[in-house]
T-cell receptor, first 113, second 113 residues
Framework: GENVEQHPSTLSVQEGDSAVIKCTYSDSASNYFPWYKQELGKGPQLIIDIRSNVGEKKDQRIAVTLNKTAKHFSLHITETQPEDSAVYFCAASKRTDFNKFYFGSGTKLNVKP | DTEVTQTPKHLVMGMTNKKSLKCEQHMGHRAMYWYKQKAKKPPELMFVYSYEKLSINESVPSRFSPECPNSSLLNLHLHALQPEDSALYLC????????????FGDGTRLSIL
């Protein structure tokens, strides 16, 4: 299978600061890595994803980096705002079994105004 | 607003009741998923339908019965549930090919009395 570990479990930052969430995976066959944001009472929403042929991807204040050698990927949020407060999940999937997403345990981000 | 619509949003049922959860998407996606999510945990895969055929059953108890009437609809039939089945049930869809995100609905909050 695949084991995805996510850290930290909770993260509290001041508005305007940066936040970084890290995930590691165990199976080198994993090649697709989405990140989801889940607000209270809502389903997970895709915020950014990265494929294994790319080392970094950016979308406005959000960026994801991937280190295939070390088998880890990270979510970077700059200039955090209170509306960034939510639970964030990383996930990994393999080309041979692409319908199965292996989720990390989640990070609760609290952005203090 | 999500593009995957789930009904009902909330459901309370007794252990002897029979009910169904419904999910609909109009993105032309060919894969649909049922997940179970407990509080403060990541989504846990239950079933995957690919091109309207059941392709993954994660050893889910038979009191949960999925159905995919067509490529846009997914149902989850519930019968004789246990209190530990109380959870948020999420539906998701994806194009059904490699390296593509799953898009989640906002879920049905199920409580078993």
């Amino acid at each position: 299978g695949e084991n995805v570990e996510q850290h930290p479990s909770t993260l509290s930052v001041q508005e305007g600061d940066s936040a970084v969430i890290k995930c590691t995976y165990s199976d080198s066959a994993s090649n697709y890595f989405p990140w989801y944001k889940q607000e209270l009472g809502k389903g997970p929403q895709l915020i950014i994803d990265i494929r294994s042929n790319v080392g970094e991807k950016k979308d406005q204040r959000i960026a994801v980096t991937l280190n295939k050698t070390a088998k880890h990927f990270s979510l970077h949020i700059t200039e955090t705002q209170p509306e960034d407060s939510a639970v964030y999940f990383c996930a990994a999937s393999k080309r041979t079994d692409f319908n199965k997403f292996y989720f990390g345990s989640g990070t609760k981000l609290n952005v203090k105004p | 607003d999500t593009e995957v619509t789930q009904t009902p949003k909330h459901l309370v049922m007794g252990m002897t009741n029979k009910k169904s959860l419904k999910c609909e998407q109009h993105m032309g996606h060919r894969a649909m998923y049922w997940y179970k999510q407990k509080a403060k945990k990541p989504p846990e895969l239950m079933f995957v339908y690919s091109y309207e055929k059941l392709s993954i059953n994660e050893s889910v108890p038979s009191r949960f019965s999925p159905e995919c009437p067509n490529s846009s609809l997914l149902n989850l039939h519930l019968h004789a549930l246990q209190p530990e089945d109380s959870a948020l049930y999420l539906c998701a869809s994806s194009p059904g090919s490699q390296d593509q995100p799953q898009h989640f609905g906002d879920g049905t909050r199920l409580s078993i009395l």
